[in-house]
């Protein structure tokens, strides 16, 4: 009774690693669980925007079992709604987080310009005072003060900027997510989800739970890459940081998986390139052809049904008038 109920609510899945080509995603998931008796197991979680025709499953574990057969089933249930007021209120804290690191980085924009205004000021001089020596010394220490001191804020300043940045995509997706939620109205009360039957074979049931492995192409993900180069006055070296812009619409959370990027196309065909036969030694020239070929298939039978119809009526004359 209980591998029935297994196999009927299914294996729950998660997310593990998605590689982001040129056009679309390669996604992998991983799921646990014990596999009932007639060896098929039905593995939920997977995005409809997937491709059926590209969906692979391994058994991993050394527990000698097998895929000899997956496929991709549509399963039917109720349609569930999302919290509209739960996501109101994550919406709300992403903005309040969003707010104070623009004010963390805008009172640090604000101490690099006080810092730069700093300017050193020789004392008022008095009439009939004689001319004071200029303070090299004390002047290039200032220099190289505010110097160390312009470069450790540029450095926080550039880490509240990239805070800036993130909380700025959390806020706008939170923001997405729940304006869709609120202007989503269901069709009906029956919903439609993918699930891939997997069958397997040699099952070893007492090396326990046993872990497959799913990878399926999405499309509607790309990546751009972006460089930043920073390099100031007065070094040797810089840095170059090689940044890469990820967007997807393929309707899974990408939060917390490996990422990988690739620079192919997960959609370009690469079969292998046939090669010719190469023949070593001396030259020939090539043999002149006969002229003679054999006869196509299928020629004794071309005239079978006009032996079958029988003799030839003969023709009847009339008389003469």
Known sequence: MKSEVAQTQGWASTLDAVVVYAQGALCTRVARGTVPADGRVRVTGLPRSMDPGSLRATAAGGNGARVTEVRVEVAAGPAGTEDTGSLRREMERLRDVHAAARARRDRQAGLIGETAALRPVPPAREPGDPPRATPADAWLRLAAFLDARLRAQQ????????????????????????????????????????????????????????????????????????????????????????????????????????????????????????LRSLRLGRRQPAPTPSGWREPPAGLADLFSGYDAAGPRPVPVRAAPG
């Open 155 to 274: 450095h926080r300043l550039t880490e509240l900027e990239e805070e800036l940045r993130r909380a700025e995509h959390d806020l706008a997706v939170a923001t997405d997510r729940w304006t869709r939620a609120s202007t989503d109205v269901p069709s009906d009360d029956i919903a439609t989800s993918l699930v891939a039957v997997v069958t397997l074979d040699g099952v070893d049931t007492a090396a326990g739970p046993v872990e497959l492995e799913l990878q399926y192409g999405v499309p509607g993900a790309v990546w751009a890459p972006a460089y930043r180069l920073t390099h100031r006055r007065g070094e040797d070296g810089g840095t170059l940081v090689l940044r890469a812009s990820v967007a997807q619409r393929t309707g899974e959370d990408w939060t917390g998986v490996r990422l990988a990027l690739a620079t192919a196309d997960l959609r370009r065909r690469t079969d292998l390139p046939k």
